[in-house]
């Protein structure tokens, strides 16, 4: 059974950047099929997706986040990152790691249980 | 980026009951859309892919139909469990979106 689980700081100061890791355990991310994914979801409201990246290292992000994000992966810990530059308290929200299986369409078919991030002095 | 509407916002319904929610596309997306379940403080969980495939483990009182741009969730006989949000999600293309979510009462 896979399970994927955040960490990374619950709050975070505005302008400065906000790091978070997935560790994945019951499977490997380096195996095809399978896209690697960050969404979140502010409190009380509805679900953004972030961006996704793949064992080849390509990505995609969600446009509206483009020029503040990046993702990694380390295939040795079986993780992957994501940083968020330039914070704001619109960024404050629920974030959620997940794995996009592509086999017949694409969709979040196992989901982190979600760190809080509070962006906030 | 393609518009996921759904409605209603919100339904109340009673256990036992047949429950239908909508989603909409701003665009044709195929079959690409999927359906989650999402209980407070917890994270979603995928119900039903490629429109009207069912995950595994998911009740079959759970089904989805739909191609192009319209699509409904369906559950057939309510029960206690069901209780919760529900969002659609298009894989058509990236950015991934979502519905804004009904939230079943």
């Known amino acids: 059974q896979v399970q994927l689980q955040e960490s990374g700081p619950g709050l975070v100061k505005p302008s400065q950047t906000l790091s978070l890791t997935c560790t994945v355990s019951?499977?490997?991310?380096?195996?095809?099929?399978?896209?690697w994914s960050w969404i979140r979801q502010p409190a009380g409201k509805g679900l953004e997706w972030i961006g996704r990246?793949?064992?080849?290292?390509?990505?995609n992000f969600n446009p509206s986040l483009k020029s503040r994000l990046s993702m990694f992966m380390d295939t040795s810990k079986n993780q992957f990152s994501l940083k968020l530059t330039s914070v704001t308290a619109a960024d404050t929200a629920v974030y959620y790691c997940?794995?996009?299986?592509?086999?017949?369409?694409?969709?979040?078919?196992?989901w982190g249980h979600g760190t809080l991030v509070t962006v906030s002095a | 980026d393609i518009q996921m509407t759904q409605s209603p916002s919100s339904l109340s319904a009673s256990v036992g009951d047949r429950v239908t929610i909508t989603c909409r596309a701003s665009?044709?997306?195929?079959?690409?859309l999927n359906w989650y379940q999402q209980k407070p403080g917890k994270a979603p969980s995928l119900l039903i892919y490629?429109?009207?495939s069912l995950q595994s483990g998911v009740p079959s009182r759970f089904s989805g139909s739909g191609s192009g741009a319209d699509f409904t969730l369906t559950i057939s006989s309510l029960q206690p469990e069901d209780f919760a949000a529900y969002y659609c999600?298009?894989?058509?293309?990236?950015?991934?979106?979502f519905g804004q979510g009904t939230k079943l009462e």
């Open positions: 999600q298009q894989s058509f293309n990236t950015p991934y979106t």
């Open positions: 019951g499977g490997s991310i380096s195996r095809g099929n399978f896209y």
């Open positions: 990246i793949y064992i080849s290292g390509s990505t």
């Open positions: 997940a794995r996009i299986n592509t086999r017949s369409g694409s969709r979040f078919d196992y």
């Open positions: 490629g429109a009207s």
């Open positions: 665009q044709s997306i195929t079959s690409y």
